[in-house]
């Protein structure tokens, strides 16, 4: 990857872990429902521009599961009281749920290095289970889960099914899909639902976050990610979604002052440690320090 390229993959995922203290921020003045319509109406909005780029089959599966399970189910996880740094650690489990589900559906199975990941995440996951308490209902824990695997299975589907689709017009496409099961959740579950109302009385700050997620975060994010998977391999790419929680744990630290204790903690340090085994190219950094070792052995002078 040149420079231009790898600034592109930080900057994607730097906006996304920001998400995490986005969502808050929009939770003052929308339900997780409305503030999922909000979203992807916005996100949404660049198809009178872009020609359809898959069939109507793979647009609504992967905006069913991509976009649709994931976030509602997030942005409820978040509103029954999930802490957001803890969120943007506990959504990365989708990249271990995908090892799953592609070792079950397609017989993929996961390598030895995929499997130490595993091991190491969900023993994290474990730790994060026993701090369950006053602070994290066992629902917001058990939806951002679910939130994780939907991820997944969207990236399963996706992947099978739109190798060579544009991931920004797909994205903008699948945008279609959320806000029509969001807005039935929200006239189900929401005391007033009007939408209009809570846009008209909605804080400045909640707002601009809602315009925030709909635009950077999906639009942007998703169509700089899928035009660098499409320019180079999935091992130089991957790593950098390391950014995204890191980022999301230090801006909420330091915007919402969320800590946490020893255990969750170290839960959270397991699910991190699995994603640096399960993405990093391992073999590939091995063999670039063993040349560099091998240059800065030749350049040494012989000894006397």
């Given at each position: 990857m040149n420079r231009r390229d790898m600034a592109l993959a930080a900057l994607a995922n730097v906006i996304w872990g920001f998400t995490y203290v986005a969502y808050p921020i929009a939770l003052e003045s929308f339900t997780a429902s409305q503030m999922a319509v909000l979203r992807f109406v916005l996100a949404?909005?660049?198809?009178?521009?872009?020609?359809?780029?898959?069939?109507?089959?793979?647009?609504?599966?992967?905006?069913?599961?991509?976009?649709?399970?994931?976030?509602l189910?997030?942005?409820?996880?978040?509103?029954?009281?999930?802490?957001?740094?803890?969120?943007?650690?506990?959504?990365?489990?989708?990249?271990?749920?995908?090892?799953?589900?592609?070792?079950?559906?397609?017989?993929?199975?996961?390598?030895?290095?995929?499997?130490?990941?595993?091991?190491?995440?969900?023993?994290?996951?474990?730790?994060?289970?026993?701090?369950?308490g006053t602070d994290l209902p066992p629902v917001a824990l058990v939806l951002a889960m679910a939130a994780a695997m939907s991820w997944a299975t969207g990236s399963i589907l996706l992947r099978k099914t739109s190798r060579d689709v544009a991931m920004g017009p797909l994205i903008v496409w699948c945008s279609l899909v959320p806000p029509i099961p969001a807005y039935l959740a929200s006239l189900l579950l929401d005391h007033d639902a009007s939408l209009y109302t809570a846009v008209v009385h909605a804080s400045l700050g909640s707002l601009v976050a809602v315009v925030f997620l709909g635009t950077l975060a999906t639009t942007l994010a998703f169509g700089i990610w899928g035009y660098l998977m499409q320019r180079h391999p999935s091992a130089a790419v991957a790593p950098f979604a390391l950014l995204s929680p890191c980022t999301g744990v230090v801006a909420v630290a330091l915007i919402f002052g969320e800590r946490f204790g020893p255990l969750r903690a170290a839960g959270m340090a397991c699910i991190l440690a699995g994603l640096v085994i399960v993405v990093l190219p391992w073999p590939r950094v091995a063999a670039r320090a063993r040349a560099v070792l091998r240059r800065e052995s030749a350049c040494r002078p012989p000894p006397p």
């Open positions: 949404a909005l660049p198809v009178v521009l872009v020609p359809r780029p898959a069939p109507w089959g793979t647009i609504l599966w992967v905006g069913a599961t991509l976009l649709t399970g994931q976030f189910l997030l942005f409820f996880a978040l509103a029954a009281g999930l802490p957001p740094g803890l969120a943007s650690v506990t959504t990365q489990m989708h990249a271990f749920f995908a090892v799953l589900i592609a070792a079950v559906v397609l017989r993929e199975y996961p390598t030895r290095r995929q499997g130490l990941g595993l091991v190491v995440a969900f023993t994290g996951l474990m730790l994060i289970g026993l701090t369950v």
